[in-house]
Nanobody, 115 residues
Framework: QVRLVESGGGLVQAGGSLRLSCAAS????????MAWYRQAPGKQRELVAG???????NYSDSVKGRFTISWDNAENTVYLQMNSLKFEDTAVYYC?????????WGQGTQVTVSS
């Protein structure tokens, strides 16, 4: 099993920044990809950013140029640096790990951007 624990969410004004962290523990070997998803009230969960074990990243168009995903292998932690936050970034953000054919999820962290 892989355990994921997110932190770093909170309330921020539009234009501000936050950094989310996702600490992975348990059987973390062979995790090939980590990602951040988000889900706003009344909407489906959507991919925000992903990063492979080789360092390849991808972003949704809505966050490209504002968010940066990174993976600290030594700390077994994935980060999401969020800059120039907008009201529409308000959501619960979830960490996701893909290992072989399994997907693991964290409990989520709330990000609220005030306009």
């Amino acid at each position: 099993q892989v355990r994921l624990v997110e932190s770093g969410g909170g309330l921020v004004q539009a234009g501000g920044s936050l950094r989310l962290s996702c600490a992975a523990s348990g059987f973390i070997s062979n995790i090939n990809k980590m990602a951040w998803y988000r889900q706003a009230p009344g909407k489906q969960r959507e991919l925000v950013a992903g990063i492979t074990s080789g360092g390849t990243t991808n972003y949704s168009d809505s966050v490209k140029g504002r968010f940066t995903i990174s993976w600290d292998n030594a700390e077994n932690t994935v980060y999401l640096q969020m800059n120039s936050l907008k009201f529409e970034d308000t959501a619960v953000y979830y960490c996701n790990a893909n290992k072989l054919r399994n997907a693991y999820w964290g409990q989520g962290t709330q990000v609220t951007v005030s306009s």
